[in-house]
């Protein structure tokens, strides 16, 4: 079974908003910092945002104002609601869990994650 599964993703015009969504298989999900993360082709990795397990949030400057994510630890379901999309949001997104009992940092700086999913494509054109 996959731990993480990724779903919501699509193609938008610049404005628009998807939501997604990754449902966890994993144990003790409510314990885990939850993250999305993303990546274009030729670029690295990037953190977009995480929560903890107390919903503490993180963003990086990019998306402040425009994502927001969220939790739902009874579903065992992390969201990512993206509004006013720009063409430079076009990624793959994915979702991570952190290791157990560790709370999130700056979603800007690496982090070990103990399970990822398989990334959804996010597609904004102008």
């Known amino acids: 079974q996959v731990p993480l599964f990724e779903s919501g993703g699509g193609s938008v015009q610049a404005g628009g908003s998807l939501r997604l969504a990754c449902a966890a298989s994993i144990s003790s999900y409510s314990r885990y910092c939850m993250a999305w993360f993303r990546q274009v082709p030729g670029k690295e990795r990037e953190g977009v945002a995480n929560i903890d397990s107390d919903g503490g949030t993180r963003y990086i400057e990019l998306v402040k104002g425009r994502f927001t994510i969220s939790r739902d630890n009874a579903k065992r379901t992390l969201y990512l609601q993206m509004n006013s999309l720009k063409p430079e949001d076009t990624a793959m997104y994915y979702c991570?869990?952190?290791?157990w009992g560790v709370g999130c940092s700056d979603p800007t700086l690496p982090v070990r994650l103990q399970f990822w999913g398989q990334g959804t494509q996010v597609t904004v054109s102008s």
């Open positions: 991570g869990a952190g290791v």
